[in-house]
């Protein structure tokens, strides 16, 4: 059986001092990364390995001084071998 990636992203809603520390947190999370940010909210993909991961993500993410709040905005899993193969166009 092939193993799964699972890819997310989250809206995180934070006070103006909870994105350094969300920048902080990301830079020891290779699985995750800031795409964008603007007035308070910051958009934050996320792939791991199974639902849990992101479960223990989002904890993470809520668990920062300044974050307000984090909703899962998108959710895709697929086996890893197909995100691989290249598309015909």
Do not use: K, N, W
């Given at each position: 059986?092939?193993?799964?990636?699972?890819?997310?992203?989250?809206?995180?809603?934070?006070?103006?001092?909870?994105?350094?520390?969300?920048?902080?947190?990301?830079?020891?999370?290779?699985e995750?990364?800031?795409v964008a940010?603007?007035?308070?909210?910051?958009?934050?993909?996320?792939?791991?390995?199974?639902?849990?991961?992101?479960?223990?993500?989002?904890?993470?993410?809520?668990?920062?001084?300044?974050?307000?709040?984090?909703?899962?905005?998108?959710?895709?899993?697929?086996?890893?071998?197909?995100?691989?193969?290249?598309?015909?166009?």
């Open positions: 059986m092939a193993e799964i990636l699972h890819i997310a992203s989250f809206i995180v809603r934070h006070r103006e001092h909870g994105a350094a520390a969300l920048d902080g947190f990301l830079t020891g999370a290779p995750m990364q800031c940010r603007a007035e308070g909210r910051s958009i934050v993909l996320c792939e791991g390995e199974s639902e849990a991961v992101l479960l223990q993500a989002i904890d993470a993410l809520q668990a920062l001084d300044g974050v307000l709040g984090v909703s899962l905005v998108y959710h895709h899993a697929e086996p890893s071998d197909e995100l691989l193969q290249e598309i015909e166009p």
